[in-house]
């Protein structure tokens, strides 16, 4: 049993690893062929290599045995239920809430506003410093809340992925022409920043657990497609917060 498991380890490990042999090949060839410089404190590197593989692998063992089966979990709860409303209040509360915690918009917003305060655009003081990144955050999470929101309902009533999209980026593009110049980058990069660690597991286990419980959805033709209008939304909502905001 336990030499099993050893060996089932080993594997997991080793998938990991290659996972990470592209990155490692282009950062040697880098290195070693194009600067012609040797690794500094090459050790301190090898042991990173291994705990990020060991993280990585951790990280995927975390979605399968946890996120996955706990979100198609909820989605067949709350499907067999019978209650739209109750299924509704769950998407929006499950975009908002891990969007809000998502590591990487911490990061970009805290960013932000420093850059915006070295810009001239805001005070510099810490007070205006918060208040400007907590705004984009609030900004972002209720976009993607919104937006699982409306995947669901896509699913639910079948509609064609493809008119959400085309008539979403439609109002982006329109957004970009009178968004202040300073918050179109930031807004574009906020679409793939919400799209991360914590939000893609729970809501592609959403979306294929209601495509599984509701008769006549494909997994696969139905299920997929929230992450699209996580991504989507957020640009919305952060032009419009530059608008406000500006």
Known sequence: ?????????GNKIKSAL???????IVVVFFQVVVIHQPFPQIWDVLVGVVLVAL???LFIEGLEMGLFPIGEALAYALAKKGSLTLLLVFAFALGFSTTIAEPA??????????ISSESGLISSDSETLKTYALGLRISVALSVGFAIVIGVLRI??????????IGGYLVVMFMTIIAPNEIIGLAYDAGGVTTSTITVPLVTALGVGLANVIKGRSPLLDGFGLIAFASLM?????MGYGLFWF
């Open 1 to 9: 049993m336990f030499k099993d498991d050893l060996v089932q380890f």
């Open 18 to 24: 290659l996972d990470l042999f592209p990155i490692i």
């Open 55 to 57: 993280g990585l692998m």
């Open 105 to 114: 918009l911490l990061a970009i917003a805290k960013e932000a506003a420093k």
């Open 156 to 165: 639910l009533k079948g509609w064609p992925i493809y008119y959400l999209i």
């Open 234 to 238: 957020p640009m919305i909502f952060v």
